[in-house]
C-alpha cells in the first residue's frame, strides 16, 4: 500500500533562518506531488506541484521553494523565513490521473518568531 | 474561478443523530469531489471521491452526494459518535493535472 511521510513534523525557527521540509512517498511511483499550506483562520493553498523529476510549478509568489530530486521525495525550502511563513504545511500526492484521489501527510508545522 | 463554500462552518449535534453537511461549488465543469477529514494538528484523511460522472459514494456510515448541475454536495454521515468530531472539507478538481480547490470546511462536535 501506498504511504507519505513528512518530518519533521514541528519546526521552531527565527525569522531569516533557512527551511527545509522533506516528504517521501512510499509504494507508488511517477506521482503527482504537492505542497500546500493552511494557516490559522484561512482555508488551504497550493504552493506548489510536481508532475515528475526536475518538474515544479508555484501557485503563488512567495519565500518559499520546491525541489523534487527523486521521482518519489519533494522538499519544500526557504533560504530567509518570514514571520509570515508561518503555518501548517501539507504533502500529498496523487496518482498520475486526472480522476485520482489525493492522499495527504500528517503535515509539518512551522513556526516562525 | 472556481470556489467552494461550506455551509454550516459549524455544527453541534448530540450522539446518534444523522449529519448533513452541504458543500456547494461555482464551476459544475469539475473532474472530481472529495471529502475529508481533519483532527486537530493533524493532516486530512481521504473519505470519499466522487467521480464527475458519478451521483453518489458510500463507505459505511458515510454518504456523499454530487449534483453537478446545481453545484452541491451533501455528506451524510449516520447514527454519529463522538469520534466523528472534526473538521470535514471538500475539495474539487477543476484541472486535469490535480490541482483541489478546496471549502473552509465545517467544523463537527458531536456530544455524548
Known amino acids: 500500500s501506498q504511504t507519505i511521510h513528512q518530518w519533521p513534523a514541528t519546526l521552531v525557527q527565527p525569522v531569516g533562518s533557512p527551511l527545509s521540509l522533506e516528504c517521501t512517498v512510499e509504494g507508488t511511483s511517477n506521482p503527482n506531488l504537492y505542497w500546500y499550506r493552511q494557516a490559522a483562520g484561512r482555508g488551504l493553498q497550493l504552493l506548489f506541484y510536481s508532475v515528475g523529476i526536475g518538474q515544479i510549478s508555484s501557485e503563488v509568489p512567495q519565500n518559499l521553494s520546491a525541489s523534487r530530486p527523486q521521482d518519489r521525495q519533494f522538499i519544500l525550502s526557504s533560504k530567509k523565513l518570514l514571520l509570515s511563513d508561518s503555518g501548517f504545511y501539507l504533502c500529498?500526492?496523487?496518482?498520475?490521473?486526472?480522476?485520482?484521489?489525493?492522499?495527504f501527510g500528517e503535515g509539518s508545522r512551522l513556526t516562525v518568531l | 474561478k472556481q470556489e467552494v463554500t461550506q455551509i454550516p462552518a459549524a455544527l453541534s449535534v448530540p450522539e446518534g443523530e444523522n449529519l448533513v453537511l452541504n458543500c456547494s461549488f461555482t464551476d459544475s465543469a469539475i473532474y472530481n469531489l472529495q471529502w475529508f477529514r481533519q483532527d486537530p494538528g493533524k493532516g486530512l484523511t481521504s473519505l470519499l471521491l466522487?467521480?464527475?460522472?458519478?451521483r453518489e459514494q458510500t463507505s459505511g456510515r458515510l454518504n456523499a452526494s454530487l449534483d453537478k448541475s446545481s453545484g452541491r454536495s451533501t455528506l451524510y454521515i449516520a447514527a454519529s459518535q463522538p469520534g466523528d468530531s472534526a473538521t470535514y472539507l471538500c475539495a474539487v478538481k477543476t484541472d486535469s493535472w490535480g490541482k483541489l480547490q478546496f471549502g473552509a470546511g465545517t467544523q463537527v462536535v458531536v456530544t455524548p
Open positions: 466522487i467521480q464527475s460522472s458519478q
Open positions: 500529498a500526492w496523487d496518482s498520475n490521473s486526472n480522476t485520482g484521489e489525493l492522499f
